[in-house]
């Protein structure tokens, strides 16, 4: 069972539009949202993160909004560009935990020149 | 910058042979994570350490195990490897066990069991 889900399982932008995936959890322990960014062959890399008591964090082009009461969260990406084309996985740390991350299924972003 | 370094990059095994896979963090940072990411699928927590001892364990399978030494580089040992196994196993490191921000992830080593 999926702890953290992630909508859409792939999305496909033209260049300069804005690309928004969605994420959704049950468990109220979680207390720290990261996005991360993964190419082929790489590491996840993270991009950007939020913590419960912020509605929204904005860094550059990316944009988390949170939605505490729904249990959601998305992520935003402004003037989307060819060069962001990969998987994004949204994810979540448990409060008290060893701060392992629990990660969504993963959108797959394509962003057409 | 230095990064989390992971050897080797690419390995092919035999049903039921044994791999080691092994994990230098970043310098300071003294927490180690091990995940497992099938094809297309998101990666999953095996097993995590914070000053050599054993932190937090995941889905990890009994063939496996791992550990953290002295210098803060781990090892996750598999034996009995099954066509399953086949998967990137990524390495982060983090410094005071904190995670979040401070979660860097190593390149991968990608096993191939054949």
């Known amino acids: 069972q999926q702890q953290v889900k992630q909508s859409p399982q792939s999305l496909i932008v033209q260049k300069g539009g804005i690309s928004i995936i969605n994420c959704a959890y049950e468990n109220t322990a979680f207390d720290y949202f990261p996005w991360y960014q993964q190419f082929p062959g790489k590491g996840p890399a993270l991009l950007i993160a939020?913590?419960?008591?912020?509605s929204e964090k904005k860094e550059g082009r990316f944009t988390i909004s949170f939605n505490k009461s729904a249990k959601q969260f998305s992520l935003h990406i402004m003037d989307s560009q060819p060069g962001d084309s990969a998987t994004y996985f949204c994810?979540?740390?448990?409060?008290?935990?060893?701060?392992?991350?629990?990660f969504g299924s993963g959108t797959q972003l394509t962003v057409l020149p | 910058a230095a990064g989390v370094i992971q050897s080797p990059r690419h390995l092919i095994k035999e049903k039921r042979e044994t791999a080691t896979l092994k994990c230098y963090p970043i310098?300071?940072?003294?927490?180690v994570y091990w995940y497992q990411q099938g094809p297309g699928q998101d990666p999953q927590f095996l097993i995590s350490f914070y000053e050599k001892m054993q932190s937090d364990k995941g889905s990890i399978p009994d063939r496996f195990s791992a550990q953290q030494f002295s210098d803060y580089h781990s090892e996750l040992n598999m034996s009995s490897l099954e066509l399953g196994d086949s998967a990137l196993y990524f390495c982060?490191?983090?410094?005071?066990?904190?995670?979040?921000?401070?979660?860097?992830f190593g390149s991968g080593t990608r096993l191939t069991v054949v």
């Open positions: 939020i913590r419960p008591d912020v």
């Open positions: 994810a979540a740390i448990h409060r008290g935990s060893a701060r392992q991350l629990t």
């Open positions: 982060a490191s983090s410094a005071d066990g904190q995670g979040g921000d401070g979660y860097t």
């Open positions: 310098p300071r940072h003294d927490t």
